[in-house]
């Protein structure tokens, strides 16, 4: 790999800059034996059928609705406004991007199609610029080492690594196509690509926010292997409808910073975790915690202030499948007049779909909409967020996953997929269909222009081969239309990555040693 290095100040501008003129990988994610010995395709292709109904709001300060983040919007919707793969002859292609890892999970569009994502590896995150169509490595900016890589090694603990959110896993697009994230360093960094003078393109750090102050960061490193503070990792970053960058940490600080003045305030949900990402409207951002759902708003100088608080069932301890104890879901905002946030619980029998009224003035005991158990007694967990789209909600089942190793020689996890509906009256929900599909950990997602949920699955395998597929479903049945596969063997393995739909109708996922795309031929 050729990498060029230098600093440029012009005033204003933080600009250290990365281009990459030769990809370190250009190769594909290799496959395990067995791969001939599996279905390549199943099913039939689908008609596209538009779903009615209203996209969630275009926030302000994001790219475009499908381009900006891992849940495709602000709302938190899982939804895209273009088609994915129909099935129509779809073929499946990859790129590895590391020899260690090189997961890439956020999957961001600028405005001309290319892709913006962050690839984890063992020695550090990776912001990538990515050719869509070939998956070529247009540009990278390297990413400090995350403090939990360094621990897994030194201390032989790999699970520290699949259930750390920290360290740029939840990143997004601006509206000026430049990614935001928040690094190991405890920095909230900007980043903008720009092409070079020889034609190629760098990444440039447009300008980055300390929270040091704000943030315990005695974290460990090669150097601090032994730290005796606090670290306190950043898990993500969203703008509120203001402008101003909202971010939260694993132990419950929340805070803003005001991009313009550089202002950072922030307060402290003492004795609580944060893992999830979070969601945002015109009316507050919407956060959970292990405890309990909030709605927040900024004070005028900017401190967070609660709006209205629900605790909710967080069980006696933390399930196969779940991060830490508590909900596994961004809380999504939805409903047909705009007016819901759901999430799940981690109730110890079964996990319910909790459905809340989210106005200000909402008294607390009218606030829940209703409370839904889905999937079977003992085996009920999800740590992905929900799919929402009109007055219905889609739910995924991931009990019995909890890294790239659970799943190994032929296993699969026990699976399902609920859609719940809101009544029209808001008198309560009722469960419109169940599914068997087996989608181990994935963010699944939703093409409203063709009313096809996907999903990454997993079915159990007698001869010990771990086959991985794309999985569309009807939307409106809970039928599975096809599936394809996208490759065998634990480096296919999406450990957490979401599919995304990309505006010219490719499915991505990101997988363990890189990122899979599955698109239509015909």
Sequence with gaps: MFCRLRRIVPAGVVALTVSLAVPAYADEIP???????????EGAPAEARPLPGTPPP????????GRSGMHADAAGSGTYPWSGPLGKRPAADSEKMAALGGECATVTFDRDGRIVTVCGTFTGFLVKLLDPGTLDTLAEYKLPQRPSTVEAITRLDFSKIFKDTSGGAYSYLDNEDRLVLADSRQHIVRLAHERTADGGWRFVVDKEWDLTDHVPHDCVSWTNLYPSGECDPV??????????????????????????????????????????????????????????????RATADGTPKALWRQTYDRGTGTKPGSVNQGSGTTPDLFGEHDDYVAITDNADDRMN??????????????????????????????????ITW??????????????????????????????????????????????????????????????????????PNRLGIDAWYLTAVDFRTGDTRWKRLAGTGIAYDNNWAPVT???????????????VAVRDTE
Excluded at 358 to 367: K, L, Q, Y
Aim: proline share 4%; aromatic share 8%.
């Design 501 to 515: 739909l990309g505006p010219d109708g490719t499915a991505y996922v990101g997988a363990f040693n890189g990122l």
């Design 390 to 459: 009109g007055n219905s909600l889609v739910v995924e089942n991931n009990y019995g996953y909890e890294n790239i190793t659970s799943l190994t020689l032929g296993r699969s996890v026990v699976g399902g997929v609920s859609r719940i509906d809101v009544r029209k009256d808001g008198t309560g929900c009722d469960t419109a269909w169940e599914s068997g599909v087996r989608s181990p950990s994935t963010v699944p997602k939703l093409s409203t222009a063709n009313g096809l949920l996907y999903f990454y699955t997993k079915e």
């Design 58 to 65: 275009q926030h302000p300060y994001l790219a475009a609705n």
């Design 235 to 296: 898990t993500s970053v969203m703008p509120d409808w203001d402008g101003r960058i909202w971010w939260v940490t694993r132990q419950g600080r929340i805070g803003t910073v005001d991009p313009k003045s550089g202002d950072i305030r922030s307060v402290r949900l003492d004795g609580k975790e944060i893992q999830n990402s979070f969601s945002v409207a015109d009316d507050g951002v919407s956060i959970v915690s292990d405890h309990a759902l909030y709605t927040f």
């Design 353 to 386: 779909v909790l459905v809340y009224r989210r106005g200000a003035d909402v008294p607390d005991d009218e606030r829940l909409v209703c409370k839904v158990p889905v999937f079977g007694s003992g085996a009920s967990t999800t740590d992905n967020s929900l």
């Design 31 to 41: 496959n395990a034996p067995g791969h001939r010995l599996v279905e390549q395709y």
